[in-house]
């Protein structure tokens, strides 16, 4: 990915002055994977996490008064947990939807008025690539550690600020769990 003068990368460029608008009111969706990294991680730092999850229809994590993810210092500004964070915190601002019609797994980029960031990706097609392929490589475990009645749940979910940038086939493995094939 493109690299500042600064000798950071765009994302913490952009993503340093948007006063953390993705963590707010955030529910990125975990795996029980994901979780067991989170909790073991919080530990090893001594971070405090009495109720770091929430299980609604999915498990994401909480947030505070304030409706911040948990997981964000807001000391720092920045995510507590950032070496292990959550795929779809990875990804963004790319994000994912299942056409169940054509067995595919959708890609969409988040419109600049929500996400600055998508801003910079749009307008530079080298950074995009790089970053779609670790998108997508996040998101794709994290569909496939999902159970399916969670991964029904998030693609419930509308996103009407996105616009679609591609599509890969649906895994098989996933495609079997969400009874498609």
């Not at 890609?107 to 779609?132: M, P, Q, T």
């Not at 591609?166 to 009874?179: F, I, Q, R, S």
Request: net charge positive; hydrophobic share 35%; with cysteine.
């Amino acid at each position: 990915m493109s690299e500042d003068n600064k000798g950071v990368t765009y994302s913490f460029d952009v993503c340093s002055q948007c006063n953390s608008v993705c963590c707010r009111d955030a529910r990125p969706p975990l795996s029980k994977r994901r979780k067991k990294i989170l909790k073991k991680y919080l530990n090893s730092r001594k971070i405090d996490s009495k109720e770091p999850f929430v299980k609604e229809k999915y498990s994401y994590p909480a947030f505070d008064e304030d409706f911040l993810c948990t997981l964000f210092d807001k000391k720092t500004g920045k995510c507590s947990v950032h070496a292990v964070k959550p795929e779809t915190c990875r990804a963004g601002p790319v994000t994912f939807d299942i056409n169940f019609r054509t067995k595919k797994v959708e890609w969409f980029l988040k419109k600049e008025g929500i996400c600055a960031y998508a801003g910079v990706l749009f307008r530079d097609n080298d950074a995009l690539s790089a970053h779609l392929e670790v998108a997508k490589k996040e998101l794709t475990r994290l569909i496939c550690e999902l159970d399916a009645d969670d991964l029904r749940a998030i693609v419930k979910i509308d996103e009407p600020a996105t616009f679609k940038i591609g599509d890969d086939d649906l895994p098989l493995e996933v495609a079997k769990k969400m009874g498609l094939t």
